[in-house]
């Protein structure tokens, strides 16, 4: 056997293995069903000058028969259409299967956007009626460990409850 060939052996063998081993590793990653977001709650954590800062609480519920590493979450917070508050957060979470969890994420508001989307709403802007506030949460959580990560886009809303004094639940 000349040098040639017996240094066309190996890269025969591995142009022939190779694929078969990355094919091989990207069969092994299963479909994973799209966790669930919705918003559990809303608190004013802070107030200053030109900004608040408020404290959400997401609920994820994992729809999966294994547990998801939840590794970030990112979103956007509208108000009767209007963007209003942003935020993140990098906190990690494991989430059982067929289990939930609740995530707090800081949101950041403009003071500057705050006071416009109060005044749209005084003066009728929102559609839902008196005392109704419609808001959609938009974001990305990020899933998986070190080899194996994905980027899951979400999008919930509603409306919140009325801050009128006295049409609270009855």
């Not at 040639?4 to 190996?10: A, F, I, T, V």
């Not at 009767?80 to 993140?88: E, K, N, V």
């Amino acid at each position: 056997m000349s040098r040639q060939q017996r240094l066309s052996l190996p890269l025969f063998f591995l142009l022939i293995f190779l694929p078969a081993l990355l094919g091989g590793c990207a069969g092994m990653r299963h479909h994973i069903e799209r966790p669930r977001v919705s918003l559990a709650d809303i608190q004013v954590r802070g107030i200053k000058a030109l900004e608040t800062v408020f404290l959400v609480q997401v609920r994820i519920m994992n729809p999966n028969d294994e547990a998801l590493d939840i590794r970030g979450i990112s979103c956007d917070l509208k108000i009767d259409g209007r963007p209003f508050a942003t935020g993140l957060s990098g906190e990690h979470h494991r989430i059982p299967a067929y289990g939930s969890a609740l995530v707090t994420v800081p949101l950041y508001a403009s003071m500057v956007g705050m006071v416009s989307t109060v005044l749209q709403a005084i003066q009728g802007g929102g559609n839902q009626g008196p005392g109704n506030i419609r808001y959609s949460l938009t974001g990305k959580v990020r899933l998986g460990g070190s080899v194996f990560e994905q980027t899951v886009p979400f999008e919930t809303s509603g409306t919140l409850p009325s801050l009128e004094p006295g049409a609270g639940p009855g």
